[in-house]
């Protein structure tokens, strides 16, 4: 290993001699830092956890349409099997309502996905 003729602070690990800069100029030793860079990256922000809770409330919202849908779907069965038709179709009306309901909800929101 050769000495380093140009003190301690100067740490290319040996690059600046050894013909690689001209042939990679962006390559530099461990030492080397791009003057450009002032810090290492985005510092905390509420962006996400902004994010996090509005896709939690569209998530409940929806979820709660679902389970509205269940219901929907349970009685218009019973119904069905009871011959009541008249009932049927207003269940199957409110199928149609709370999907296109949930469909709503979620595209609604802003595109961050």
Do not use: C
Not at 32 to 40: A, M, Y
């Amino acid at each position: 290993m050769r000495p380093n003729r140009y003190g301690p602070e100067r740490r290319d690990a040996g690059l600046y001699d050894s013909g690689l800069r001209k042939r990679y100029p962006g390559l530099r030793g461990s030492g080397g830092r791009d003057p450009r860079i002032r810090s290492s990256g985005p510092g905390p922000s509420t962006d996400r956890a902004e994010r996090a809770s509005m896709l939690h409330g569209r998530i409940a919202l929806v979820a709660l349409i679902v389970v509205g849908q269940l219901w929907g779907l349970t009685v218009a069965l019973n119904a069905w099997f009871e011959r009541r038709t008249g009932q049927v179709w207003l269940l199957l009306g409110f199928q149609v309502l709370s999907f296109a309901l949930a469909l709503a909800v979620w595209l609604a929101t802003p595109r961050d996905r």
